[in-house]
């Protein structure tokens, strides 16, 4: 407490001043009990019988030598010791005891030392405070002297420089020696009072007076220039030069050695050229190379360092011997620098809004344990006990988990959900009956104020950072506010429904951005079908899109189908190298190719994104739902996966087929239980609140987990997808990009030959053998079903064996019998 009142002030208390004052006195007093009493003297005087001293009489010596110092002085001594009485020869005599005479003062001047600080408050931070005040006081005034003499200074030489670029200088002091010799005073007086003329202060001005005066024997003309003294000398064709000179400093010229200048008085300089030389084409002229120059004399010192400066010391040619032949090099263009492969780099995450994480609340309010108590009361006026027992807030609800009583049904607190929803005046009330691994049940009740989940706190999460998966992507907080993670490469497909303004599209945007933010294109790649044009466009450009967004739903067809395809060559690859499944390939392609082995390429994984399915299904449903189910069946382990959303959740657009391949689903707000039956062949969904309240339904969970879907809002896609776009150039697949773009006539790929069915030569000998053809003949023929003896029909349509349909009358045959045995003997059958 002593340091900490040394080292900062206190409010003063009387009460502990006193109490210093006190302890002063007494270790006052005790200091001069010691250094004035004899201890031996003392243990002498309080000895008993044994001759060991006794408290209770040291105790009644020391009361009564402060009375009567007297009684404890040593005889010898010529004056009494300065007792201090009970109290502070008692502190005195059990210090002495303990640390000696020595020790006892130190430690008795440590205590005056500490009371002393207590009582005059005293406090050092203010005084080093202060100290620091008037030393930053001192330095400021320091330094406003050095900058008002600096500036000073500096005007001073400006003011002087001002004056010596004056022409109106004053000249007296510099001719002061030609004024003394001016007769000025043998002027008259009144022309001496004239100004200067013009002519004579430009004269003063120039120093013109100051010129040596020539004679006119130097203004002569020269005897060599008179004319009688001159001979006439015939004059000679000038010698023409073939090279022209080089005019302009910037006819810059490659794998060349630069024009050399001609020296006066130096023979040989100029180099020779033979006539038989080989005539170069327009725009190229020979230049003189270092063998034209040798056997030749150097060139003088002159013209040596002239050249030296110049760009024939240059060492970056092509040709070093000199070719002869300068030419202009080629310059790259812009696009090739950008091809330059750069590793990713990802966007920085202060592009998306901070999460202020507002949704881990405490369920300990009174707001929620009063409306705890009013569910527990609701069920008890209906003749069910059940007891709250735990309360758990999240961003959206609050669920209560009740604990039945004995021999209460859950189907009875089932069915009691409106009356729930109506006491406790609550938008709706979702039940789950009971709770996954736990013995209870959950009561969900919207909260009054919900809190939103911003993308940026899930991907700043320990669960997202510490994932290894290159598409984890991050949906969403459940009840309890813990981040909802899904896998898509574990799912391996997912489902996403709701109502119009459910909370799909932000969704979507949602895990694309997880996705952005985590892996480069080495390892996604992405493929995006929006009918609805304004929902994913906005993504064409980035660097993970094979090819941009397809907005033609007569176009989708053929995206899936190359999806398909890419399917079928990825499994052709694992087949060669031996392997099952995507990873195990990439990890022999990695070791394959540290050693230099090309036999091997990098596959990425693929994300094919369908933001509307329902337009899909109705432009093109034969071909996207066989596509769709082959991808579901066979692509995860070709490392393709899907994310297929829709609007409208009923059975004509979510198909059978579809929905069996694809068990993970995310359900968001419908209107009725059909459609929730739909999505997650369980009702739930027709409760949820909408603006991304959602029902997330993996295969590894044995029911839905409901959370609230992350927000992420236009302005943050478009700014990192921004970012995305100047960091880094598209890199589309041309040849994806000519395979979606390239229609067919029936809005589907051909099949190829190696892909007919087998039993169309069967079925040519069937319709050929009874005249007339149809699907139920090849039924009962050879025993199919439907699908494949329609297909059959086609087929022998397509190759011209049959007619067209026509209604209920069974179909022409337009081959006859000897066509077809003619047919089978060629082989062509």
């Known amino acids: 407490m002593t340091v900490d009142h040394f080292l900062e002030r206190r409010i003063k208390n009387s009460r502990k001043r006193f109490t210093y004052l006190l302890i002063i006195l007494i270790g006052s007093v005790a200091i001069l009990h010691i250094a004035t009493v004899d201890p031996s003297r003392f243990i002498t005087l309080t000895a008993g019988d044994t001759g060991a001293p006794e408290a209770f009489a040291a105790i009644r010596l020391l009361w009564n030598s402060g009375v009567d110092p007297s009684r404890i002085a040593d005889p010898a001594a010529s004056a009494d010791p300065l007792t201090g009485g009970l109290l502070g020869g008692g502190l005195a005599f059990a210090l002495t005891a303990i640390a000696g005479k020595v020790g006892a003062l130190i430690l008795l001047g440590a205590l005056l030392a500490s009371q002393l600080v207590l009582f005059l408050n005293v406090s050092l931070s203010k005084a080093i405070g202060r100290t620091a005040e008037a030393i930053n006081k001192t330095r400021k005034r320091v330094d406003d002297a050095v900058r008002s003499s600096v500036a000073n200074i500096r005007q001073t030489q400006i003011e002087e420089e001002q004056i010596a670029g004056n022409y109106d200088i004053d000249l007296e002091k510099q001719k002061q020696k030609d004024q003394q010799t001016e007769p000025v005073q043998s002027l008259p007086e009144s022309e001496a009072k004239k100004k200067p003329s013009f002519l004579q202060s430009l004269k003063r001005l120039w120093h013109v007076n100051d010129l040596p005066v020539i004679t006119p024997e130097e203004l002569a003309v020269p005897d060599f220039l008179q004319p009688e003294g001159q001979t006439e000398v015939p004059a000679q064709p000038a010698a023409s030069a073939d090279i022209s000179p080089q005019t302009s400093p910037y006819d810059l010229r490659i794998n060349a050695t630069p024009d050399l200048p001609a020296s006066p008085g130096v023979s040989g300089a100029t180099p020779e050229f033979h006539a038989d030389a080989p005539v170069l084409p327009a725009g190229i002229r020979r230049v003189p190379s270092t063998q034209d120059f040798s056997g030749k004399p150097t060139i003088g010192s002159e013209a040596s360092s002239t050249v030296e400066n110049g ?345 059978g087929v579809i929905k069996a391949n694809i068990p993970s689903r995310i359900a968001f707000a419908v209107a009725s239980q059909v459609d929730s039956r739909t999505i997650l062949d369980m009702g739930g969904a027709e409760k949820l609140l909408g603006k991304g309240d959602l029902l997330y339904y993996p295969q590894s969970l044995a029911k839905p987990l409901r959370g609230q879907g992350a927000f992420v809002t236009d302005a943050e896609v478009e700014r ?110």
């Open 720 to 829: 990192v997808l921004t970012w995305l776009k100047s960091h880094h150039v598209a890199d589309y697949n041309q040849e994806v990009t000519d395979t979606i773009m390239t229609a067919t006539a029936n809005g589907s790929h051909e099949r190829d030959q190696d892909d007919e069915d087998e039993l169309i030569p069967q079925a040519l000998d069937v319709v050929v053998e009874t005249g007339y053809a149809s699907v139920s003949l090849l039924q009962r023929r050879l025993k199919l079903g439907y699908p494949r003896a329609a297909r059959l029909i086609d087929a022998l349509h397509d190759k011209g064996f049959v007619g067209p349909f026509d209604g209920s009358k069974p179909r022409k045959v337009l081959i006859t019998q000897d066509q077809y045995l003619e047919l089978k003997a060629r082989g062509d059958g």
């Open 311 to 655: 760009r024939a010391h240059w060492q970056d040619r092509a040709d070093p011997a000199g070719s002869g032949v300068d030419f202009i090099k080629p310059r790259s263009r812009a696009g090739d620098q950008l091809a330059i492969q750069l590793p990713y780099e990802k966007p920085p995450i202060h592009l998306l809004r901070k999460d202020t994480d507002a949704a881990a609340r405490t369920a300990n309010t009174p707001a929620i344990q009063a409306l705890g108590r009013k569910l527990e009361h609701t069920l008890d006026s209906f003749g069910i006990q059940a007891t709250v027992i735990r309360v758990t807030t999240g961003p959206t609800i609050t669920r209560f988990e009740l604990s039945p009583g004995p021999g209460v049904k859950v189907s009875r607190i089932v069915s009691l959900s409106d009356d729930i929803a109506l006491n406790l005046a609550a938008m709706g009330v979702r039940i789950e009956a009971p709770i996954p691994g736990k013995s209870a049940i959950g009561i969900e009740i919207p909260n009054k104020e919900t809190t939103p989940v911003l993308l940026r706190g899930l991907l700043e999460s320990t669960e997202f950072t510490q994932s290894q998966s290159p598409l984890m992507a991050a949906l969403g907080r459940d009840v309890q506010g813990s981040p909802i993670l899904c896998d898509l490469a574990k799912m391996p497909h997912l489902l996403i429904a709701g109502a119009t303004g459910s909370g799909k599209s932000v969704c979507i945007n949602s895990i694309l951005m997880s996705i952005l933010y985590r892996s480069s294109p080495d390892d996604v790649r992405m493929m995006m079908i929006d009918p609805k044009v304004v929902e994913l466009s906005v993504y064409n450009g980035i660097p993970h899109l094979l090819a941009p967004v397809v907005t033609d739903p007569k176009k989708a067809a053929n995206a899936l189908n190359w999806a398909v395809s890419e399917m079928v060559r990825r499994y052709g690859l694992f087949a060669d190298k031996s392997v099952r499944d995507i990873n195990s390939y990439n990890s022999s392609a990695t070791v394959a190719l540290a050693r230099g082995d090309d036999d091997y390429e990098k596959l990425p994984l693929i994300l094919f994104v369908i933001d509307e399915l329902s337009d899909l299904m109705a432009t093109t449903p034969t071909e996207v739902e066989d596509a769709i189910a082959r991808l579901t069946a066979m692509a995860r382990a070709a490392g393709i996966h899907l994310i297929i959303a829709t609007q409208r959740p009923s059975v004509d657009v979510i198909t």
